[in-house]
């Protein structure tokens, strides 16, 4: 479903020109639950930007169901993110003040595919499949715990099917026992219901919660090796 | 994005902050309130002005002495101050030129008047019988000033109703009163009824007296003022004029044109030069009362500034959930339009209230008009597109990665 191939992404920052990613080339089939992991500055984090179509690399290629992404203009890339990519935030990025349901809702509204009669059944279905309880729906989103908050941000990843999950550190402002429970969410929907999740983390042990772990160090690949050792929660 | 998303999410957010909103509001309200109230005193008055000269009959010539210029264009010393017409001019014309209804010509000083305990400073109109028509004029009591009364140079006087009140407040009627004019005792015979209309042009404070009567012991000459002459119809009004100047040019023995001793105005000149004043006076105010509507949109500008500088996550996050550029600016013009369109929903109430208590307590005419009602909404949204324009498209241009890393 992902190839990329060679990609570079450089910086320029005043003088010197900032080589975020050198080199970094692999693939990603439907239906797998990769982590890639590495220190903060290892250009984890410019990667899914690139993944996510919110960046274009300097140089390399990268194709997403078979589609170019870097000849892709602004706009078609903006409809690549609202249909096919689903994304979710460390710090949840929720509306604040504005119900659970609506939050979800969201991104539909940018997805002129989906019929407006069809967001309240798709924004249920989502929030169900992300594992919050319906008691929950209409509060607003600053009412929730941290935990209920990422729910949320996942039902609102979901919301719009989209063939690829990315996750940037989605358990980073959480406890250990909800960050738990965020990533049995992620294992569920992976196993269950079939979706591509990219998880990016700094910590292995959130990194083994995933079927593939990929290891970055200084924009380039150091390692990429199936997890048979999964963690189970 | 559906126009009804567009809505839901702009309504949103400008609950959001209902302080900053409705503030941001009040500075269109002020704004939008103060053009229409303002506009609506010039269109008043502009307004009076017309009905006015309507008054004073539309079919209307009138001759004065004083070098001929174009109305309005120019300072004329002297102009009305002249004696150079006279009685006999008016009847030549009356004689002379075929089409017209009457010539009424009439002479004007101003006296002082008094009666027993009080007195006033008034214009005084000699005039003759003719007068009445040519001018419109209704009495509410007595009669007007007959021919036997000019021939006989009679001393009696009719009074303008603002004229009767000053003089005789506690009376009902004048009819049969004395009043000096210029120490000279005169009998009124009648009342006029009001024309309406205040400062510019009313008809309502002044006294008529006899033609002769005036002549003889008011001006002490035998010129007089003003010839007036209605003519039959006002398709004939230019050839009359045209008629009436080469008669007096002829009888004052002037060959060149541009040594005339006398101008003819037209009732259509005299209004479109004053209403032209007026109009500049209207757009004066609206102008002054424009500048508040500009510090208004200056406002919205800020605001929404500020509003995008703090919502720069949410601007990321709606990009990374697939909004393009043109639904993140649309979203912000439309909060700006939106600021904008009830600013100047709420202005036109205001300057309404405005325009009502100027009315009431400022005893001025005021009219707020369909055009100043039109031009509420029109510039309102203008600015909102104007000064919403700038921060919508800071906000579209964003970076999303930037703008979700965005403390």
Known sequence: MITCRHLIKIYKTGEADLKVLKDVSFSLGRGEFVAIMGPSGSGKSTLMHILGALDRPTEGQYEFNGQDMFKLSDNQLAEIRSQKIG???????????????????????????????????????????????????????????????????????????????????????LDSQTGEIVLNTFQRLNRRQGHTIVLITHERYVAEHADRIIKIQDGQIISDEKNFNRRIV | MLFTDLLKETVASLTANKVRSSLTILGIVIGIGSVIGMISVGRGAQQDIESNFQALGSNLLMVMPGAQRAVGTQVRSGFGSASTLVLADAEAIAGAVPNIKNVAPDVSTRKQVTVKGNNTNTSIYGVGPEYQAVQSLALTEGSFISSQQVKSRSKVAILGPETKTTLFPELPAAVGQKVRIDKIEFTVIGVTVAKGGSGFGSSDDLIYVPLSTAQQYLTGSDAVSTINVEVQSAELMSMVQQQINDLLMVRHNIKDVSAVDFTILNQADILSAVSSAAGIFTL?????????????????????????????????????????????????????VMLTFLGGLFGLLLGWLIASLINKFGGMTTAVTLSSVVLAFGVSGAIGIIFGYYPAQRAARLNPIEALRYE
Request: no cysteine; net charge positive.
């Open chain 1, 87 to 173: 994304f979710v935030f460390q710090s949840f990025n929720l509306l604040s003040r504005t119900s659970v349901l609506r939050n979800v809702m969201l991104p539909l509204i940018y997805n002129p595919l989906v019929p407006k009669a069809e967001r309240q059944l798709k924004a249920q279905a989502a929030l169900t499949a992300a594992g919050l309880s319906a008691d929950r729906w209409q509060h607003l989103s600053n009412q929730l715990s941290g935990g209920q908050m990422q729910r949320v941000a996942i039902a609102r990843a979901l919301v719009n099917s989209p063939d690829l999950i990315l996750a940037d550190e989605p358990t980073g402002n």
């Open chain 2, 284 to 336: 004066l105010l609206g102008a002054i009362a424009g500048i508040s509507l500009l510090v208004g949109g200056i406002g919205i500008m800020n605001m929404m500034l500020t509003t995008v500088t703090e919502r720069t996550r949410e601007i990321g996050l709606r990009k990374s959930l697939g909004a393009k550029n043109k639904d993140i600016s649309r979203q912000f013009l439309t909060e700006a």
